[in-house]
Structure formats: C-alpha cells, structure tokens
C-alpha cells in the first residue's frame, strides 16, 4: 500500500496488508509533509481491514513533530480497533534508550490498541 525508504532524517515506512513498519531516526524538517500521506495511507488501511494487524515501531529518535504525528497515526488506526478489528503493536526500543521507552509508555497510555514495550540489546 506505502513504502517509503529510510533516509538519515525519516523512518522506513512499510504499510501492507496486516502488517505496518515504522523503522528509523524520525526528525524530518517539516514532519507534516512527511507524515501526511502515511496518515492518508492509514485511513485507506482502515477502510478495507484485515483479520489482524502487526504493528511495528523502532524508532532510535523522534522530534516533537513527529510525536504528535505518530499519536495521530495511532489514533486513526484506533478507530479501527475499536470498531472490532485486530491490532498489536511492538514499540522496540534500544534497552539504553529511556526517552524511546518513555515515549513508547506515554503511547501505551493514551492509545487503546495493545501496546508491547521491547527492550532490545543492540
């Protein structure tokens, strides 16, 4: 549905049929430009939705626009989750990494779709 490479500034973005990758450093300049068609995309996902979905987060640095973004993304994907369709996301964070585990924990507690925190030993 969207792929988008990994650069310096912005994350892989994998959206496919039940699974989504977000992979990556995210500090693009203008993080809307960026993110605006990955929401677009997610609103499409949610249109037609699959059985279950597989949700991948790695980031090793988001800025605040990007934040804000990525809780937009996840709120979308939300509706679609409480409307009875399957979701899970895997937010892997480098074991060093508090502010990735924080952010990854603020995410857990606004956002309804199960959220696992992966500390992983890079």
Same mark, same amino acid.
């Given at each position: 549905m969207l792929q988008i490479p990994e650069t310096k500034t912005t994350p892989l973005v994998d959206i496919q049929k039940g699974k989504i990758i977000f992979k990556g450093r995210s500090i693009p300049e203008d993080s809307a430009d960026f993110y605006n068609p990955v929401l677009e995309a997610c609103r499409k996902y949610i249109e037609t939705p699959v059985k279950h979905t597989d949700? *991948?987060?790695?980031?090793?640095y988001v800025n605040s626009g990007s934040k804000k973004l990525l809780t937009n993304l996840l709120t979308i994907l939300e509706k679609s989750y409480l409307q009875g369709n399957s979701f899970s996301i895997n937010w892997n964070y480098d074991e060093d990494d508090e502010a990735m585990h924080d952010l990854g924990?603020?995410?857990k507690s606004i956002i309804k779709i199960? *959220?696992?925190?992966?500390?992983?030993?890079?």
């Open positions: 949700i *991948l987060i790695q980031l090793d924990n603020d995410l199960p *959220l696992n925190l992966i500390s992983i030993d890079e």
